[in-house]
């Protein structure tokens, strides 16, 4: 079964400070894999996306991603945080099915303190 | 100002009560999605719509149902027979099934 699970339900980091949000995944074939950030009461918002290529994915606000095929995984990672990076992160990844369904894990809160 | 527009942003139901939520996107995305969101489950996927006209039952699907008259819009609604419905409801498009997906604001329901 497909699956995205994201070990960490919060990480807390000092500003400034490099931040690495993870995320390990479980597809058949080819994973197409996505970052997401919520705050609160509004809707997801895309950072940024792996489907092939370079490992190391650049994204919005800074935010970059380094997919690992040998150990699945595709942790989000940022040289240095912001307070306003505090927010629930979510790592996805797309159904092998074709249908543009994603799969979601359960989301990190990711707290900066100044 | 282009985009996923849900309405409304609060919605109160009383049991027994059906209610839709509303879904407009003017990016002529050809798939749609609704999510559900609960705290500490992630989303889960409830419809979904690839083209007009057809449409998919989810992960979730029981106690709702959706519609796709036209390429803008994916109303969902909520049944009676849905349990329970109090959850942040999302909707989000994507022009293709590889591409990534853009949501709405969300529609946060609760059960009065």
């Known amino acids: 079964a497909q699956s995205v699970a994201q070990p960490e339900d919060q990480v807390n980091v000092a500003e400034g400070n490099p931040l690495t949000v993870k995320c390990t995944y479980s597809v058949s074939g080819n994973p197409y894999l996505f970052w997401y950030v919520q705050y609160p009461n509004r809707g997801l918002q895309f950072l940024l996306k792996y489907i092939t290529g370079d490992n190391l994915v650049k994204g919005s606000y800074g935010f970059e991603a380094e997919f690992n095929k040998s150990q699945t995984s595709f942790h989000l990672k940022k040289p240095s945080a912001l307070v306003s990076d505090s927010a629930l992160y979510f790592c996805?990844?797309?159904?092998?099915?074709?249908?543009?369904?994603?799969?979601f894990g359960q989301g990190t809160t990711l707290q900066v303190k100044p | 100002d282009g985009g996923i527009t849900q309405s409304p942003k609060y919605l109160f139901r009383k049991e027994g009560q059906n209610v839709t939520l509303s879904c407009e996107q003017n990016l002529n995305h050809d798939a749609m999605y609704w999510y559900r969101q609960d705290p500490g489950q992630g989303l889960r996927l409830i419809y979904y719509s690839q083209i007009v006209n057809d449409f998919q039952k989810g992960d979730i699907a029981e106690g709702y149902s959706v519609s796709r008259e036209k390429k803008e819009s994916f109303p969902l609604t909520v049944t009676s027979a849905q349990k329970n419905p109090t959850a942040f409801y999302l909707c989000?498009?994507?022009?293709?099934?590889?591409?990534?997906?853009?949501f709405g604001q969300g529609t946060r329901l609760t059960v009065v």
């Open positions: 989000a498009s994507s022009a293709h099934s590889n591409t990534e997906a853009f």
């Open positions: 996805a990844v797309r159904d092998s099915g074709n249908t543009g369904k994603l799969i």
